[in-house]
């Protein structure tokens, strides 16, 4: 299942329900890099995952036909020129089939040209968004495309539906209240604002806002506490979900984070995230 480059013919595509893609891409991001390391830890990860969920009964390999497609090669010397190569990817190679995409990244300026691309076939569209950070800036360090602006990008080009958008899990000194981040028609829920409590209320709310609209989702890692998935870009404790024995642990629970501020993400925080990243990736083919 899995390829570190296409081998196959694009139609057979058309064949599936799903599919797997990889963006190695971190040359947009503003502190750590390796996030380009990101598809191949997850499909290591994926070597071990089980077809039979236990908790919700479901079984997407029995229902769906899903592949991975392997990773697009794109220019990791020019972050724009990376981009023209991710729209393109998807513009001609994934989107003209019926076939969700399930993206593996890759830091977050990617969403950029993937929604670019699937502006070409279905027009704006609603947009899940869970993370740390809103990544809506103007710039960063002068450049207009970045790990930090593609959700500010895609609003200026029509890509979002800003009355159907919603971002769940801010934290830290990147969402400070009554920042100029935040974008006219966008709803946000801070990280504190999901704590000790069931999301099932809050996530019924956003199947009434985007309606029949399509929908992109968007889950960066720096959602979870990094205690849990340390192979992040930006590092910021706690996490969105929150219980009472992570109050009682502090952040992060029972398990220590080790990593020291300004240190390369390892080989352990790549895996430990990568792990979080297959049961995400999973838990949404089993809600389709």
């Known amino acids: 299942m899995c390829a570190a480059r296409q081998l196959l013919p694009f139609n057979f595509l058309s064949c599936l329900d799903v599919c797997f893609v990889g963006i190695p891409l971190d040359i947009g991001t503003s502190f750590r890099s390796g996030t380009r390391h990101g598809p191949r830890q997850i499909r290591n990860e994926s070597s071990i995952i089980g077809a039979f969920n236990c908790s919700t009964g479901a079984a997407p390999f029995e229902s769906l036909q899903i592949a ?43 969403s950029y040209p993937v929604l670019q691309a699937i502006k070409e076939k279905h027009g704006a569209v609603g947009m899940v968004h869970i993370d740390a950070h809103p990544d809506t800036l103007g710039t960063m360090m002068g450049k207009d495309v970045a790990h930090g602006t593609p959700f500010l990008r895609s609003v200026e080009e029509g890509l979002l539906d800003c009355n159907k958008v919603i971002t769940i899990g801010l934290r830290g000194h990147a969402a400070l209240p009554g920042g100029d981040w935040k974008v006219p028609g966008f709803r946000y829920v801070y990280a504190q604002d999901c704590w000790y409590k069931s999301l099932a209320p809050l996530m019924e709310d956003v199947r009434q806002q985007m309606g029949d609209t399509p929908v992109y989702i968007s889950f960066d890692i720096d959602a979870l506490d990094p205690a849990y998935a340390p192979g992040t870009v930006l590092q910021f404790r706690k996490g969105v979900w929150e219980n009472k024995n992570t109050k009682k642990w502090g952040s992060g629970g029972r398990v220590k984070n080790t990593r020291q501020p300004g240190k390369q993400n390892t080989e352990a925080d790549w895996e430990s995230s990568a792990t979080r990243w297959r049961y995400i990736l999973v838990a949404t083919l089993q809600q389709r």
């Open 68 to 110: 991975d497609i392997g990773d697009i090669n794109l220019n990791l010397y020019d972050l724009k020129q990376a981009c023209n190569d991710i729209r393109e990817f998807y513009r001609t190679k994934v989107l003209p089939y019926n076939c969700v995409p399930l993206t593996m990244g890759g830091d977050h300026t990617l």
